[in-house]
């Protein structure tokens, strides 16, 4: 049987979608429900039966953030972009890409663009007992996933942030790690979720890392984002994993980790390598 957070990391219907465009590059996906929302602004954009294009006049950075931020505004006072969060993302295809535009994170969704995030791995090993992990129960009023199991630390990456200056930062935010202990989180694989989501298309890059934690080290929230923490033992973690009690991007994180570990075997996680390789275009 397959892993549910192995389905639904890759639930997507291509054809219930509109390629979103800046010139000849597809940034999103829009849903096609939503295609006539955006319909009011045909200065903005083109719209044909194959595609969303942002209108060719804009062809700046400044000038496509300026004309997507007066339609993300109008959109979330409408209440068609949930979740507002004042940060800022970058619409690009590749982490390492020049930005095409600058969106708020809360539109990422509705416009289906490629976001990117860190999920951390808290191993405790004990030199006489069997390794456990610190997990972490999101908290009630998050926008995504509320009241969740969760990673010890996960969180986004904004525009101007690399991946080991969000590691050291979440890990303070989230769990109050200081920074001489972030700094040694060991990089696993990246996982790749194209899934369908309420708000909209969630395409992602998950970056892995595990962190070895001292053994009298006691997670602490600073933020606010976090319930509570728990330690657990590997088959604890597991089962919460088979029954859908972590987030799906937490779930390949630990997946990830305990395979390369070798805690679990790789026949309970059935289909999983497709999910360390980007999904299919179209």
């Known amino acids: 049987m397959t892993l549910p957070c192995i389905t639904a990391a890759r639930r997507f219907d291509a054809s219930a979608h509109r390629p979103f465009r800046i010139g000849a590059e597809q940034v999103g996906w829009i849903r096609e429900h939503d295609v006539p929302l955006l319909a009011r602004w045909p200065d903005v954009f083109e719209i044909a039966s194959d595609a969303v294009t942002l209108a060719a006049a804009f062809d700046t950075v400044d000038l496509r953030s300026a004309a997507l931020a007066s339609v993300i505004g109008a959109l979330a006072a409408d209440g068609r972009i949930p979740g507002w969060r004042n940060e800022t993302y970058a619409i690009r295809n590749a982490f390492d890409a020049p930005p095409l535009a600058y969106i708020e994170r809360a539109a990422s969704r509705f416009f289906g663009t490629m976001t990117y995030a860190v999920h951390l791995n808290g191993i405790v ?19 995504t996933d509320p009241g969740m199991l969760d990673n010890v630390v996960a969180g986004g990456i904004g525009w101007g942030f690399g991946i080991g200056e969000t590691i050291v930062k979440e890990c303070w935010e989230e769990a109050g790690i200081p920074a001489e202990i972030a700094s040694r ?6 996982a790749h979720v194209l899934q369908s989501l309420p708000e909209g298309t969630q395409a992602e890059q998950i970056f892995i890392y595990d962190l070895a934690l001292p053994a009298d080290f006691a997670p602490r929230n600073q933020d606010g984002e976090v319930g509570e923490h728990r330690l657990a033992r590997i088959d604890e973690v597991a089962r919460w994993v088979e029954e859908s009690a972590l987030t799906v991007d937490a779930s390949l994180a630990t997946l990830d980790c305990l395979l390369r570990r070798r805690w679990i075997d790789e026949d309970a996680c059935a289909g999983i390598d497709a999910l360390f390789a980007p999904p299919k275009q179209g």
């Open 185 to 190: 989180a060991v990089a696993g694989r990246t």
């Open 125 to 143: 090993e004990y030199a006489d007992g069997a390794p456990q992990l610190w997990i972490a129960r999101r908290s009630e009023t998050k926008a």
